[in-house]
């Protein structure tokens, strides 16, 4: 025997089938959670890419300082390498040495990383400041 009645969901005349208030909360319940984990995780993600860039960028600048020091036996004038999308480039040179530091912008406008004529590294921002580059949260020399 069929019930046609009000007792059971999805049983009214029509058949239609609707979600319940518990269960639209308890999705968005979830989704929130979801959210809380994923989005930190990227902003970290995008964050280790930006650095990883700027290390490259400055890497690059040393070979390209030490070539022209090669060439012209001094580092003044040397060519400095064109920023990224996060970070700028600025270097300082004279007869006797260089430093090219990468200073980010916007989202990254904490991390500060060098590197001169006697290869040293530093870095300087939210991971930590240390003689070495910081390429992740939590990493140290």
Same mark, same amino acid.
């Given at each position: 025997?069929?019930?046609? %009645?009000? %007792? #059971?969901? !999805? #049983?009214?005349?029509?058949?239609? /089938? !609707?979600?319940? =208030?518990?269960? /639209?909360?308890?999705?968005? =319940?979830? &989704?929130?959670? =979801? /959210?809380?984990?994923?989005?930190? #995780?990227? @902003?970290?993600?995008? @964050? @280790?890419?930006?650095?990883? !860039?700027?290390?490259?960028? &400055? *890497?690059?600048? @040393?070979?390209? *300082?030490?070539?022209?020091? &090669?060439?012209?036996?001094?580092?003044? %004038?040397?060519?400095?390498?064109?920023?990224?999308?996060?970070?700028?480039?600025?270097?300082? #040179?004279?007869?006797?040495?260089?430093?090219?530091?990468?200073?980010?912008?916007?989202?990254?406008?904490?991390?500060?990383?060098?590197?001169?004529?006697?290869? /040293?590294?530093?870095?300087?921002?939210?991971?930590?400041?240390?003689?070495?580059?910081?390429?992740?949260?939590?990493?140290?020399?």
């Amino acid at each position: 025997m069929e019930s046609g %009645g009000t %007792g #059971s969901r !999805g #049983s009214g005349p029509t058949g239609a /089938l !609707g979600v319940t =208030l518990i269960e /639209l909360m308890i999705t968005a =319940l979830v &989704l929130a959670i =979801l /959210l809380s984990v994923a989005i930190p #995780s990227y @902003r970290e993600y995008v @964050r @280790r890419g930006a650095v990883a !860039g700027a290390i490259e960028v &400055l *890497a690059g600048g @040393r070979v390209v *300082a030490e070539q022209y020091f &090669l060439d012209n036996r001094e580092y003044e %004038g040397m060519p400095c390498p064109a920023g990224t999308r996060h970070f700028t480039i600025e270097c300082e #040179s004279d007869e006797d040495g260089y430093t090219i530091t990468a200073v980010g912008n916007g989202s990254m406008d904490e991390f500060v990383y060098t590197i001169n004529e006697a290869n /040293l590294r530093t870095t300087r921002g939210p991971w930590g400041d240390a003689n070495c580059w910081i390429t992740r949260k939590g990493e140290g020399c």
